[in-house]
């Protein structure tokens, strides 16, 4: 499509970008200083990084493969890199996603919540119903809510250990689970990977248009909640909750404040990624276009990343400062699979508003999968495009083809996560996967600056996004090192549980993270391989820009106008259109009926 009407435009990419606040249901703002960390970082982090990876992917028409693959072939393998680790990122987040959506139905199958009470729990010893102040003053480490158990014993059943797999959980707290002959949980999986499937296999433009109708209606669905919140329950304490949440406090330190707030920033916004130059490429090569749209990505960012907290506030804050329930306002998951369902709970909320909680969290989590399917999809049909178009394949057929593929490889990495031992390989794949990211940083940024610096943009933008983009690579590449050196060490433990891991799994982790880098070993071979040995042609590959003065004003490129056809009666031809001198032979005369009439009618 690099020569075609772009497949977004920039209003749909607009709706398409609210899928950065997926992060914003999990990880809630700490206090005052996180959230000014976060947007500080949003201006002098992310913009230069969104700006050349979009600019790019617009301009050249190429994903993040085909970027270094044009401009500098021999770090193409760190493109693969990226997407490597881009698929296990989606696989990792799927099986949540799965959880958000089966919770949804969930809360709608039976009145009142079959979560909420502890008739419905089989092992309900340290099971309280409604938790008066007193009772949780006593038993604070003995008893916890029907939400948090029915979720870890009854939803997720877990195990003893990650090593204690035990098969997958056979649920029977509803009617259909207990018909049910086979576990549901790798079934929900299965459901999510197909929806995926259905909304990228048929291409980009149509991907576009059903993700601009998925953004608004999940906004529209965590609206609804919002209001109903802040209409029906008591405003105290949810402004106690806001201001705990965005008013400075003591509770975090500067540093730890800053470190929340860019760990949240690099998990919801597509930078140092391979999403931000595909996104790029799907909105066209238009200068205006390609010019903004990191302007686009970031106002909605500011705008739609802080609805999810604002509209859990009235529900978590009357859990917290009215009902003083403990365990509440920890992040992660479990802020949308049991703090939320328990805050509808004992709030008496209409189950109609949980569902449409739930639901938003599952469709803005499931634009997260299908962005990233798409951007790994879409650069490998960049790399068959010339394969495509010598078998006169049809492209649709390839592109559903390799969204099969992608669609199976992800449901086979995440099918762990769906067994008894589910949440423990959950928290090691997610300490794995940012262990060893400031490698990748570093490597993407020098490959981006070099090809951005070859392109015939204004030589003062050149530098100053280069300098920008240094600068912006060095600061987030830097505070990962500093994770990572303050963690390499430590005993690696469940979030939110007293499970620490053995050794012998701390050395998977180091192999799940070291993993996406043989990208960069078989890039580095196929471009040694593709180049003959050329060490320049490695290095430097095309030798020629693509100018913008072939194009209009829009940044489209119009092909040349057809050859004219030879003229008749008599044939001429030209010698530069129609050369004759590779032909195979010549003949020596030209037969009788082949020769023009003069003007007697007459052979010459």
Same mark, same amino acid.
């Given at each position: 499509?690099?020569?075609?009407?772009?497949?977004?435009?920039?209003?749909?990419?607009?709706?398409?970008? =609210?899928?950065?606040?997926?992060?914003?249901?999990?990880?809630?703002?700490?206090?005052?200083?996180?959230?000014?960390?976060?947007?500080?970082?949003?201006?002098? @982090?992310?913009?230069?990084?969104?700006?050349?990876?979009?600019?790019?992917?617009?301009?050249?028409?190429?994903?993040?493969?085909?970027?270094?693959?044009?401009?500098?072939?021999?770090?193409?393998?760190?493109?693969?890199?990226?997407?490597?680790?881009?698929?296990?990122?989606?696989?990792?987040?799927?099986?949540?996603?799965?959880?958000?959506?089966?919770?949804?139905?969930?809360?709608?199958?039976?009145?009142?919540?079959?979560?909420?009470?502890?008739?419905?729990?089989?092992?309900?010893?340290?099971?309280?119903?409604?938790?008066?102040?007193?009772?949780?003053?006593?038993?604070?480490?003995?008893?916890?809510?029907?939400?948090?158990?029915?979720?870890?014993?009854?939803?997720?059943?877990?195990?003893?250990?990650?090593?204690?797999?035990?098969?997958?959980?056979?649920?029977?707290?509803?009617?259909?689970?207990?018909?049910?002959?086979?576990?549901?949980?790798?079934?929900?999986?299965?459901?999510?990977?197909?929806?995926?499937?259905?909304?990228?296999?048929?291409?980009?433009?149509?991907?576009?248009?059903?993700?601009?109708?998925?953004?608004?209606?999940?906004?529209?669905?965590?609206?609804?909640?919002?209001?109903?919140?802040?209409?029906?329950?008591?405003?105290?304490?949810?402004?106690?909750?806001?201001?705990?949440?965005?008013?400075?406090?003591?509770?975090?330190?500067?540093?730890?404040?800053?470190?929340?707030?860019?760990?949240?920033?690099?998990?919801?916004?597509?930078?140092?990624?391979?999403?931000?130059?595909?996104?790029?490429?799907?909105?066209?090569?238009?200068?205006?276009?390609?010019?903004?749209?990191?302007?686009?990505? =970031?106002?909605?960012?500011?705008?739609?990343?802080?609805?999810?907290?604002?509209?859990?506030?009235?529900?978590?804050?009357?859990?917290?400062?009215?009902?003083?329930?403990?365990?509440?306002?920890?992040?992660?998951?479990?802020?949308?699979?049991?703090?939320?369902?328990?805050?509808?709970?004992?709030?008496?909320?209409?189950?109609?508003?949980?569902?449409?909680?739930?639901?938003?969290?599952?469709?803005?989590?499931?634009?997260?999968?299908?962005?990233?399917?798409?951007?790994? @999809?879409?650069?490998?049909?960049?790399?068959?495009?010339?394969?495509?178009?010598?078998?006169?394949?049809?492209?649709?057929?390839?592109?559903?083809?390799?969204?099969?593929?992608?669609?199976?490889?992800?449901?086979?990495?995440?099918?762990?996560?769906?067994?008894?031992?589910?949440?423990?390989?959950?928290?090691?794949?997610?300490?794995?996967?940012?262990?060893?990211?400031?490698?990748?940083?570093?490597?993407?940024?020098?490959?981006?600056?070099?090809?951005?610096?070859?392109?015939?943009?204004?030589?003062?933008?050149?530098?100053?996004?280069?300098?920008?983009?240094?600068?912006?690579?060095?600061?987030?590449?830097?505070?990962?090192?500093?994770?990572?050196?303050?963690?390499?060490?430590?005993?690696?433990?469940?979030?939110?549980?007293?499970?620490?891991?053995?050794?012998?799994?701390?050395?998977?982790?180091?192999?799940?993270?070291?993993?996406?880098?043989?990208?960069?070993?078989?890039?580095?071979?196929?471009?040694?391989?593709?180049?003959?040995?050329?060490?320049?042609?490695?290095?430097?590959?095309?030798?020629?820009?693509?100018?913008?003065?072939?194009?209009?004003?829009?940044?489209?490129?119009?092909?040349?106008?057809?050859?004219?056809?030879?003229?008749?009666?008599?044939?001429?031809?030209?010698?530069?259109?129609?050369?004759?001198?590779?032909?195979?032979?010549?003949?020596?005369?030209?037969?009788?009926?082949?020769?023009?009439?003069?003007?007697?009618?007459?052979?010459?």
């Amino acid at each position: 499509m690099s020569d075609g009407i772009p497949q977004w435009n920039l209003f749909q990419f607009m709706f398409i970008s =609210v899928f950065t606040c997926y992060v914003s249901f999990m990880r809630l703002p700490t206090g005052g200083l996180e959230v000014i960390s976060q947007f500080l970082l949003l201006i002098f @982090v992310c913009v230069p990084a969104l700006f050349i990876q979009l600019k790019l992917g617009g301009y050249l028409q190429k994903g993040i493969v085909g970027v270094f693959g044009l401009y500098f072939p021999i770090w193409k393998g760190v493109g693969l890199a990226a997407l490597i680790e881009l698929l296990i990122r989606i696989s990792h987040f799927a099986p949540i996603v799965a959880q958000f959506g089966t919770y949804a139905f969930i809360s709608i199958s039976e009145s009142p919540y079959v979560w909420g009470s502890c008739a419905n729990l089989r092992n309900n010893r340290h099971c309280v119903d409604d938790k008066t102040a007193n009772q949780y003053n006593q038993m604070t480490f003995e008893s916890s809510r029907p939400e948090e158990l029915f979720y870890k014993h009854e939803f997720l059943q877990m195990s003893s250990g990650i090593e204690d797999m035990n098969g997958f959980p056979q649920w029977e707290f509803t009617e259909i689970a207990r018909k049910a002959e086979v576990s549901l949980m790798p079934v929900t999986l299965a459901i999510v990977w197909v929806l995926v499937f259905l909304l990228v296999g048929f291409g980009g433009r149509v991907c576009g248009w059903i993700l601009f109708l998925l953004g608004p209606a999940a906004l529209s669905c965590l609206l609804a909640v919002l209001g109903y919140g802040y209409a029906h329950l008591k405003i105290e304490p949810a402004v106690s909750f806001l201001k705990q949440r965005y008013l400075f406090n003591d509770d975090s330190g500067l540093l730890q404040s800053f470190m929340n707030g860019f760990q949240t920033l690099m998990c919801a916004m597509p930078i140092w990624t391979a999403i931000a130059t595909t996104m790029g490429k799907l909105c066209g090569r238009g200068r205006t276009t390609r010019n903004i749209s990191w302007l686009v990505v =970031v106002a909605v960012f500011v705008v739609v990343s802080q609805i999810p907290p604002i509209a859990m506030a009235p529900y978590l804050g009357n859990m917290i400062f009215d009902k003083q329930a403990p365990g509440f306002g920890a992040g992660g998951p479990s802020i949308i699979l049991w703090q939320m369902p328990a805050a509808f709970t004992a709030l008496n909320i209409p189950q109609p508003y949980s569902f449409l909680f739930l639901l938003s969290a599952f469709l803005f989590g499931l634009m997260f999968l299908c962005i990233g399917c798409l951007t790994i @999809v879409d650069n490998i049909m960049d790399s068959l495009e010339e394969w495509v178009s010598r078998k006169s394949c049809s492209k649709i057929a390839v592109h559903l083809l390799m969204s099969f593929v992608v669609m199976c490889i992800a449901k086979g990495l995440g099918i762990l996560q769906t067994t008894r031992a589910g949440l423990y390989y959950f928290g090691l794949i997610d300490q794995s996967i940012t262990r060893l990211q400031f490698i990748l940083i570093d490597l993407l940024a020098f490959g981006l600056v070099v090809v951005y610096l070859r392109q015939n943009f204004a030589l003062a933008e050149r530098i100053i996004m280069a300098l920008w983009v240094f600068f912006a690579a060095t600061t987030s590449s830097g505070v990962w090192f500093y994770v990572f050196h303050k963690t390499k060490d430590a005993p690696m433990k469940l979030m939110g549980e007293s499970y620490i891991y053995n050794d012998s799994w701390k050395i998977v982790s180091w192999v799940i993270a070291a993993f996406p880098y043989i990208g960069v070993i078989i890039g580095v071979i196929h471009a040694v391989v593709v180049a003959r040995g050329k060490i320049t042609s490695c290095f430097c590959g095309i030798t020629e820009r693509v100018r913008e003065q072939e194009h209009d004003a829009n940044g489209y490129h119009h092909p040349p106008p057809p050859l004219p056809e030879p003229t008749a009666p008599p044939y001429t031809y030209m010698e530069q259109t129609y050369p004759m001198d590779d032909m195979m032979y010549k003949m020596d005369y030209d037969p009788p009926e082949s020769e023009p009439l003069t003007s007697h009618g007459t052979r010459i």
